[in-house]
């Protein structure tokens, strides 16, 4: 059913990649860490097992759903895949100096999704 034998060796890799949502030409993480999520639209793609080892073999598109304040990590999206329905949780990278990720998105999904309503009273900015 799902392509098999198409994995990178590629662990902890950081490197850039093209969105196959919207298009952009994303560039690695300029602070280290590994890039893993589209700047411009927040999605991703079901392709990790454990982050940037490239070893799931879904390839599902990774939806942005929501967004929470983890006090350790900072903010993290919560994506959910398309096609396997997996939920994971992925660190936003708004301090990127190369490319942060949309901020105003962010505050979307915080918000519970595009439109106004039901932004949550306190912010920990
Ligand atoms: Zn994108
Ligand atoms: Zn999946």
């Not at 093209?18 to 999605?43: F, I, T």
């Not at 997996?86 to 901020?103: G, Q």
Request: hydrophobic share 35%; net charge positive; glycine share 14%.
């Amino acid at each position: 059913m799902s392509p098999a034998g198409r994995r990178f060796q590629a662990v902890g890799r950081n490197e850039g990649f093209v969105c196959a949502v919207c298009g952009a030409v994303v560039p690695p993480l300029a602070n280290g860490s590994c890039r893993n999520h589209c700047p411009a639209c927040l999605h991703s793609l079901h392709v990790d097992v454990m982050p940037g080892d490239r070893a799931s073999d879904c390839g599902g598109v990774l939806v942005p759903v929501a967004a929470e304040r983890s006090g350790k990590k900072g903010w993290v999206i919560v994506h959910r895949c398309e096609r396997c329905g997996e939920v994971r949780r992925n660190k936003a990278a708004l301090d990127d100096p190369a490319w942060p990720d949309d901020h105003d998105r962010l505050v979307e999904l915080v918000a519970g999704g595009p439109g106004p309503g039901g932004r949550p009273g306190s912010r920990g900015w």
